[in-house]
């Protein structure tokens, strides 16, 4: 090692220049933005998987609170439980093959529950219903 080299290592100047600092500082701040993105997306993905469980606890408390196959009548019923507007839609549902045959008769339900962020989950089924005329 020379006498040179050595005298400039005493007095400071050895280190990094501004523009390898400035790199580095770079470097970092997109690594940060990055992890930052990934924790808001994670962040939004359990809030929307929260407010879709509960529609649907919502929605299975209004099924569970359904009146009984023969008394739910062909028709709209509307009603809110828990802050969430529900719709209930009872229509015949025809079946050719079946008519005569049997004392039951199947009944669609299409159950709406929209939540108060305004997002809509629809359920539909069928259930029988006991011919009133057999």
């Known amino acids: 090692m020379s006498c040179r080299s050595a005298n400039r290592e005493a007095n400071g100047a050895a280190g990094f220049t501004l523009v390898e600092a400035l790199a580095a500082l770079a470097v970092m701040a997109v690594g940060l933005a990055a992890i930052t993105e990934l924790a808001a997306g994670n962040l939004r993905a359990a809030s929307h998987a929260e407010r879709h469980m509960a529609q649907i606890a919502v929605a299975r408390e209004i099924v569970t609170g359904m009146p009984s196959r023969d008394r739910l009548p062909f028709g709209r019923s509307t009603g809110s439980l828990h802050d969430h507007q529900w719709r209930i839609?009872?229509?015949?549902v025809s079946v050719a093959f079946a008519t005569g045959q049997s004392?039951?008769?199947p009944q669609g339900i299409a159950l709406l529950v929209k939540s108060p962020t305004g997002a809509t989950i629809e359920i539909d089924t069928i259930r029988l219903r006991k011919d009133a005329a057999k």
């Open 89 to 92: 839609d009872a229509t015949p």
């Open 103 to 105: 004392a039951w008769r």
